[in-house]
């Protein structure tokens, strides 16, 4: 039982560079999310899907764009990295009632920006 | 304007004591919260959770208790075991919105033994 794989785990990028970061989900779960964490806070909202070919912004999206082509697949794109990009990256897939279905998450991927 | 808030950075108790990890919210909206677990190089991980029409929740030794008019909830670990050392995350979500969670910034619990 994968349920929520993310590639890659590491990634060190220079400034400029694009890179998609890639989640996939096996729990046929609606929603999906991108989340990121600095150092020493919380989980930050950078966009979510509530199905295929639904994306919406949540708190941080500026500098990032994603899609959701299928109910798997949920990717997200840096399109000109910049070192307050540099975080770890979390995605999560949920239903639409957290209380049957709460959010599962990745392992996550570490990004620096340099 | 932060609405789930976790003032206490970390916490440190003995093996076999009583953990309390604390959240506080403001928005009167949110109805439902969860904990979260997340060890160093993992995910965090879904422990509990409470929805407002209760005051207590518990799954063997972890209990959460919500305090609606102070927009409060704890997590009480009993009794600790170092394997409970990890950063806890508490959420928050909105009947209305009920997809999206809004998270705290962690405690990070250290359990000695």
């Known amino acids: 039982n994968a349920g929520v794989t993310q590639t890659p785990k590491f990634r060190i990028l220079k400034i400029g560079q694009s890179m998609t970061l890639q989640c996939t989900q096996d729990?046929?779960?609606?929603?999906m999310y991108w989340y990121r964490q600095d150092p020493g806070m919380g989980l930050k909202l950078i966009y979510y899907?509530?199905?295929?070919?639904?994306?919406d912004k949540g708190e941080v999206p500026n500098g990032y764009n994603v899609s959701r082509s299928t109910t798997e697949d949920f990717p997200l794109r840096l399109e000109l990295a910049a070192p307050s990009q540099t975080s770890v990256y979390f995605c999560?897939?949920?239903?639409?009632?957290?209380?049957?279905?709460?959010?599962?998450f990745g392992d996550g991927t570490r990004l620096s920006i340099l | 304007d932060q609405q789930v808030k976790q003032n206490s950075p970390s916490l440190s108790v003995q093996e076999g004591r009583i953990s309390i990890l604390n959240c506080d919210y403001t928005?009167?909206?949110?109805?439902?919260f969860l904990w979260y677990k997340k060890y160093p190089a993992e995910g965090p991980t879904f422990l509990i959770s409470?929805?407002?029409?209760?005051d207590k929740n518990e799954d063997g030794r972890f209990t959460v208790f919500l305090n609606k008019s102070a927009k409060h909830l704890s997590l009480h670990i009993v009794p600790s075991q170092p394997g409970d050392s990890a950063v806890y995350f508490c959420?928050?979500?909105?009947?209305?919105?009920?997809?999206?969670?809004?998270f705290g910034d962690g405690t990070t619990l250290t359990v000695k033994p």
């Open positions: 999560a897939s949920g239903g639409i009632n957290p209380k049957d279905q709460p959010q599962h």
């Open positions: 729990m046929n779960h609606n929603y």
């Open positions: 899907s509530v199905g295929a070919g639904i994306t």
């Open positions: 928005n009167s909206m949110f109805d439902y």
């Open positions: 409470i929805s407002s029409i209760k």
């Open positions: 959420a928050a979500s909105a009947s209305t919105n009920a997809g999206k969670s809004t």
